[in-house]
T-cell receptor
Framework: GENVEQHPSTLSVQEGDSAVIKCTYS??????FPWYKQELGKRPQLIID?????GEKKDQRIAVTLNKTAKHFSLHITETQPEDSAVYFC????????????FGTGTSLTVIP | GAGVSQSPSNKVTEKGKDVELRCDPI?????LYWYRQSLGQGLEFLIY????????KSGLPSDRFSAERTGGSVSTLTIQRTQQEDSAVYLC??????????????FGPGTRLTVL
């Protein structure tokens, strides 16, 4: 089945700096890679996703890059703001075992004002 | 429109009791997932429903766990003979997946289960 690893587990940045979170996956058949943001005590919400037919996708201050050969994808947040502080999860589906979605263990991002 | 709802929001039970957790997905969403999130951990896949197809139960941790989805809408996750290690937040999500084309999962607020 799929194995999704996420790094780092915690990340602190100064307001205005950039933050990068990386995930690797094992199932070469995976073709959809979402990123979810979970604020304290709240439900996860999708912030950006990418499909395997593109290498990069941007949405304002957020971008995701995908390297299918190396089987890794990264979340980039530029000009970080205190409201970006949250736990971020990457995920990937596994086709070999059916319809499971495997989530990374999460990155706790703290943006210091 | 209404999002995904779950009930109860909190459930405290004694070890050995059975519990039922309910999920109301977004109307029209064919796909429904159940996940478990332990404190400070990621989301652990439990089960997946897609339309009228047989569910993917491969993530259920033991035979004490079961789930059903009636009429392609509301889903119930049942945990029998609860154990303390079952304590976690149980999240439900729905999406409009079509023929293997994945779409955004919309999560419910979760049910926090505490087994004493």
């Amino acid at each position: 089945g799929e194995n999704v690893e996420q790094h780092p587990s915690t990340l602190s940045v100064q307001e205005g700096d950039s933050a990068v979170i990386k995930c690797t996956y094992s199932d070469s058949a995976s073709n959809y890679f979402p990123w979810y943001k979970q604020e304290l005590g709240k439900r996860p919400q999708l912030i950006i996703d990418i499909r395997s037919n593109v290498g990069e996708k941007k949405d304002q201050r957020i971008a995701v890059t995908l390297n299918k050969t190396a089987k890794h994808f990264s979340l980039h947040i530029t000009e970080t703001q205190p409201e970006d502080s949250a736990v971020y999860f990457c995920a990937a589906p596994s086709y070999n075992t059916g319809n499971q979605f495997y989530f990374g263990t999460g990155t706790s991002l703290t943006v210091i004002p | 429109g209404a999002g995904v709802s779950q009930s109860p929001s909190n459930k405290v039970t004694e070890k050995g009791k059975d519990v039922e957790l309910r999920c109301d997905p977004i109307s029209g969403h064919t796909a429904l997932y159940w996940y478990r999130q332990s404190l400070g951990q990621g989301l652990e896949f439990l089960i997946y429903f897609q339309g009228n197809s047989a569910p993917d139960k491969s993530g259920l941790p033991s035979d004490r766990f079961s789930a059903e989805r009636t009429g392609g809408s509301v889903s119930t996750l049942t945990i029998q003979r609860t154990q303390q290690e079952d304590s976690a937040v149980y999240l439900c999500a729905s999406s409009s997946n079509r023929r293997g084309i994945y779409s955004e999962q919309f999560f419910g607020p979760g049910t926090r289960l505490t087994v004493l």
